[in-house]
């Protein structure tokens, strides 16, 4: 067994027991049904025995009021074991969910960044349905299973040892072909076969979301030729599949043939011994069936549990990823009353190369920078590593004379407002996306914050106004108009430090008009860091800091830096310049 596969029966096993309860009585109360469905086959033994020996009406009808009372136990017994199930497994569900959203969420923006979202989101729904799947195949199939193998073999002894004797052998070895050919099965044809059916899956998907594509290029003939080829090696795998679970079923249906001939001969040669009874008869036909009723499918069974455990993996193996950036023992909430913030020689690398190097930069409170440089020269992973989204290799960062690595996470990015490039909403209303700034903000709170970033002329005007919901990641808003969310969003949660990653670049001439005056609101009294590559929207920037492969090379002001003879800000500068003239 798979490491994996221990770890999620370990995290299956932790939630069962925190509801125990719930688990033990579905156990009783499955034990209390399938075991009074197994007394009444004998009780209609002793009914049929006593009619063929002329016993008094007196007593067949306490044996039929007897059935009616064992039925009747039976019923309440699955109805309650029922209910229960209806209750514990969407409990324990709801628990595994949320146990998986919490953990995922504790990851690193590095770990986002390595995943798809769709698979993270497919992970966690299988990780709960995977949990039902198990949990109805222990309940209703193996537990029952073997409640009747007990209760058959004990009985069958009971009669005739020879008998007894004779269907465990046959079980045992019915259980153990169906077991190996199962896992055999699985590995050899279904794994290839739903490796097979993903591939179908990922070509419809992404040929439909490349569509135009496919015309603008006139591929169809192609992409039709590569679709094929892929359902025909989808095809192939699943008719081999299918017909290896054929194959054990003929086999099955020929043993469960050849044991109830074999068991029903010598049942019918102990009868003209006169060693056993017509009821006695009765009663091991029904057992038979009672039995191949769930020997039917137990090899269909244990692959699909297989099948279930594997998909829970998946989420396994991310609830067992060390988490790369955690809260220290003991870390204390931090205070930003001033925003002060302090680079100590830091040092960071990603993936082996190093991006920061021994950077020490001081930002007074109220101070307003520029980020500028190439591409790769360390401006976002700066911004990044200030909200601790990657924990630093060297050095310190200080805000307030706090190290932000010995504070929570959760209390430094909630005095820290970001505005990014390309602002993602909720799929929620935008009265709900603003308050996002501060969860506990009043109406007219979210009304002053809107009106200050020049969003709510363009809110009002909606049928719903703030009641609006802006479709997924905002795209029934225009770039500006999700920009100008995001700022009311900052300028709600009122922090003390500021980030501007490229807030305007990617905006027309209007709305950019627009979204200044809304950052010159929202700026006021801040710490604020803006990433810029326009700098024509730098100019009134206190201070300019200028980044190449990680270190600065030059800092000053926009006069200042202007004069530096062969400076990269001056050729910076110069270079566009030219491009608007």
């Known amino acids: 067994m798979k490491t994996t596969t221990k ?72 109805r309650i074991a029922s209910y229960l199930t209806c209750y514990f497994q969407p409990k324990t569900m709801m628990a595994i969910m949320n146990e998986c959203f919490s953990v995922m969420h504790s990851h690193s923006f590095n770990f986002f960044n390595n995943n798809f979202t769709g698979g993270l989101v497919k992970k966690v729904n299988r990780m709960a349905r995977s949990f039902e799947d198990i949990m109805d195949y222990i309940f209703f199939n193996f537990y029952t299973l073997a409640i009747k193998i007990i209760v058959s073999t004990i009985v069958l002894f009971h009669l005739k040892p020879l008998l007894g004797i004779a269907m465990l052998i046959w079980i045992f070895a019915f259980l153990a072909i169906n077991y190996f050919f199962a896992l ?218 706090q190290d932000i690595a010995k504070s929570t996470q959760d209390s430094l990015r909630s005095q820290i407002a970001l505005v990014p490039q390309d602002p993602i909403l909720f799929h929620r209303t935008l009265m709900e996306n603003i308050r996002y700034g501060r969860l506990d903000s009043s109406k007219e709170e979210v009304y002053a914050a809107a009106k200050l970033a020049n969003c709510h002329d363009f809110i009002s005007e909606f049928p719903n106004g703030y009641d609006t919901f802006v479709g997924e990641r905002g795209v029934k808003l225009s770039g500006g108009e999700r920009q100008r969310v995001a700022i009311a969003r900052a300028i709600l949660s009122n922090a003390k430090i500021l980030i501007l990653d490229e807030a305007t670049s990617s905006l027309d001439s209007e709305s950019e008009r627009l979204i200044q005056g809304a950052l010159k609101n929202l700026m006021k009294n801040k710490t604020t860091l803006v990433i810029a590559h326009r700098l024509s929207t730098i100019v009134q920037m206190d201070r300019i800091i200028v980044l190449k492969k990680g270190r600065i090379i030059e800092e000053g002001d926009h006069a200042s830096l202007i004069k530096l003879k062969d400076g990269l800000y001056k050729k910076l500068w110069e270079l566009q310049s030219k491009g608007y003239l």
């Open 184 to 401: 055999y099965k699985l590995t050899r044809y279904d794994l290839p076969k739903a490796a097979a059916d993903t591939k179908v899956t990922a070509n419809l998907s992404d040929t439909f979301l490349n569509s135009a594509n496919v015309k603008l290029f006139a591929a169809l003939p192609f992409e039709t030729a590569e679709f094929k080829k892929i359902t025909l090696d989808w095809f192939n795998k699943t008719k081999k599949a299918w017909f290896a679970a054929q194959h054990v079923e003929l086999i099955q249906g020929f043993l469960m043939v050849a044991i109830e001939f074999v068991i029903m001969y010598f049942a019918v040669k102990l009868w003209l011994a006169k060693s056993i009874t017509i009821g006695d008869i009765v009663l091991i036909q029904s057992y038979i069936f009672l039995l191949f009723n769930n020997l039917w499918d137990f090899g269909r069974t244990i692959r699909n549990l297989y099948e279930r455990l594997a998909d829970a993996d998946e989420m396994t193996e991310i609830l067992d990823t060390p988490i790369e950036v955690k809260d220290k023992r003991g870390a204390k909430a931090i205070k930003i009353t001033r925003g002060k913030v302090e680079f100590n020689s830091v040092g960071f690398s990603y993936a082996e190369e190093d991006v920061i190097k021994k950077l020490s930069l001081k930002i007074k409170p109220g101070e307003k920078i520029a980020l500028i440089g190439p591409s790769g020269g360390g401006k976002s992973t700066i911004v990044k590593l200030l909200l601790r989204l990657f924990d630093l290799d060297s050095g310190r960062i200080l805000i307030d004379k």
């Open 7 to 78: 770890s999620t029966i370990r995290f299956y096993a932790k939630h069962v027991l925190n509801n125990r309860f719930e688990f033990a009585t579905i156990l009783l109360t499955i034990l209390g049904g399938v075991g009074s469905e197994m007394i009444v086959p004998y009780l209609y033994k002793l009914l049929i025995d006593s009619m063929s020996s002329g016993q008094n009406a007196e007593y067949l009808f306490k044996l039929i009021f007897l059935v009616l009372g064992v039925n009747l136990f039976h019923w309440a017994s699955w």
